[in-house]
């Protein structure tokens, strides 16, 4: 089955830097690659996604890459903020598109 | 619109009780997972649902977990007996699958936290 891997698992950036966390994938049928952000007592929520017919995207100052060749994908978080603190989770799409196996998750704080 | 909503947020039972989470997807969703976090391995997917109907539940660990969805608007995960390592946030998520409205975009809940002690 599908296996997505996330490095590094803990990242701390100082405010206004950038962040990067990274995605491996297994499957190469994939191709729908979200990112999921999720804060302390709440669910994962989709901050942005990406489709395997673009190598990147971009909304304001977030922003991913995907490069299927190598089967990784990335996010940037440039101009961090101390609200940017969360864990971030990768996800692959599996089966069709119809699900979807997720990163164990990076730990960013984001130090003012 | 709501959101997903689950209940209960958190849950403190004994080994060997019966435990029953429920999820109201968001009206509208035709498809409905349930996840379990933790920490060792991260959001697992437990089994998901297309109109009303499980379409995969090879991630259930065992015999002791159930899942039904007997209408659109409801669906239960159960576990029977509840064992210590049982012990994790469960996540349900809706979405709409198979239409133009099909975004990928999957609508968590806020999770039910059990603890088996």
């Known amino acids: 089955g599908e296996n997505v891997e996330q490095h590094p698992s803990t990242l701390s950036v100082q405010e206004g830097d950038s962040a990067v966390i990274k995605c491996t994938y297994s499957?190469?049928?994939?191709?729908?690659f979200p990112w999921y952000k999720q804060e302390l007592g709440k669910g994962p929520q989709l901050i942005i996604d990406?489709?395997?017919?673009?190598g990147e995207k971009k909304d304001q100052r977030i922003a991913v890459t995907l490069n299927k060749t190598a089967k990784h994908f990335s996010l940037h978080i440039t101009e961090t903020q101390p609200e940017d603190s969360a864990v971030y989770f990768c996800?692959?799409?599996?089966?069709?598109?119809?699900?979807?196996?997720f990163g164990k998750g990076n730990q960013v704080v984001v130090i003012p | 619109d709501a959101g997903v909503i689950q209940s209960p947020r958190h849950e403190v039972t004994e080994m060997g009780q019966e435990v029953t989470l429920r999820c109201k997807p968001i009206?509208?969703?035709?498809?409905l997972f349930w996840y379990r976090q933790t920490m060792m391995r991260g959001l697992e997917l437990l089994i998901y649902?297309?109109?009303?109907?499980?379409?995969?539940d090879s991630g259930m660990p065992e015999d002791r977990f159930s899942a039904k969805m007997p209408n659109a608007s409801f669906s239960t995960l159960k576990i029977q007996p509840s064992e210590p390592r049982d012990s994790a946030v469960y996540f349900c998520?809706?979405?709409?699958?198979?239409?133009?409205?099909?975004?990928?975009?999957?609508?968590f809940g806020e999770g039910s936290r059990l603890t088996v002690l």
């Open positions: 649902f297309n109109n009303n109907v499980p379409i995969d």
């Open positions: 009206s509208g969703h035709n498809s």
């Open positions: 499957d190469s049928a994939s191709n729908y």
């Open positions: 996800a692959a799409s599996i089966g069709g598109n119809n699900r979807l196996a």
């Open positions: 990406i489709r395997s017919n673009v």
């Open positions: 998520a809706s979405t709409m699958r198979g239409s133009g409205r099909d975004t990928g975009e999957l609508f």
